[in-house]
């Protein structure tokens, strides 16, 4: 591989890192950087997604401290996202990529909107939470049973094709969840690299001569630097800074999905 390229695949690793700290959609980064230099599609997307898992990593480091006291959601909100990341990684070996290509922008413009309708929706919940004497960031039955089904769906989404995961996630969270943005992205950032993770080993197992190491390699050389930098300066964005980051972003990324 020409130094160029290598070079090139650094840097793509770099901005997927710190985009996927912030926003979730680095993928949108890698995948056509690889491609682009000649990289078949299937062998970018298992190579982008087991590069990609060092990103994950320094990333929740960076977001740990926002992590805390989110445990009693998390623990159900983790399995979902390991089984819906292996539902994911099956269907990416055995079905043809056009089978979710139609409906990923449809997905991508309902997680903006919800990103959008977010605030307004989770003062509504507060408000009626107050109203009737609970605290306002208890969580019902119902819907915390709605967050583990969402976060599972958005798992097999990211175990098939990763682009745009942490938006439809934050999406889902804007809507159930009485938190603030950076808590929720942190949380983001975590059950995404879970979702990585399981993905990763799934194609290690499963479609191991179908991975470039050296691709791999370079990626998470850079998106292990760029997911902490993503995270540490993330970290300091108002939420209304971070939703706006959050929204061009996946414009961007629907303009160039809906381009291919």
Not at 25 to 42: A, E, M, N, Q
Not at 105 to 127: C, D, E, S
Request: glycine share 12%.
């Amino acid at each position: 591989m020409p130094v160029s390229q290598m070079v090139l695949i650094i840097l793509a690793g770099v901005g997927a890192g710190a985009v996927n700290s912030l926003v979730g959609s680095g993928t949108l980064i890698t995948f056509p950087t690889l491609v682009t230099l000649g990289f078949p599609p299937l062998t970018a997307t298992i190579s982008n997604s087991i590069g990609l898992v060092a990103g994950g990593v320094s990333g929740t480091w960076a977001y740990r401290r926002e992590l805390r006291g989110q445990w009693n959601r998390l623990r159900w909100q983790i399995p979902g996202s390991v089984i819906g990341a292996v539902c994911g990684a099956y269907l990416l070996l055995h079905l043809p990529e056009s089978v979710f290509n139609r409906v990923v922008p449809v997905l991508l413009i309902a997680a903006l909107a919800l990103v959008v309708v977010g605030p307004k929706i989770q003062a509504n919940a507060q408000r009626r939470a107050e109203q009737a004497g609970r605290s306002v960031d208890h969580l019902s039955r119902g819907r915390m049973v709605a967050l583990t089904l969402g976060t599972f769906a958005v798992a097999v989404y990211g175990g098939y094709f990763s682009a745009a995961q942490g938006i439809l996630l934050i999406g889902v969270m804007g809507v159930l969840l009485p938190e603030s943005m950076q808590r929720m992205n942190a949380a983001k950032v975590l059950l995404t690299l879970l979702v990585n993770v399981v993905a990763a080993l799934a194609y290690i197992i499963t479609a191991f001569d179908r991975i470039s190491w050296p691709a791999a390699g370079l990626i998470a050389v850079g998106s292990l630097i760029g997911g902490y930098l993503g995270g540490h300066y993330g970290r300091r964005l108002s939420p209304n800074a971070l939703r706006a980051v959050i929204i061009v972003v996946g414009l961007i990324g629907l303009y160039r999905l809906m381009a291919v």
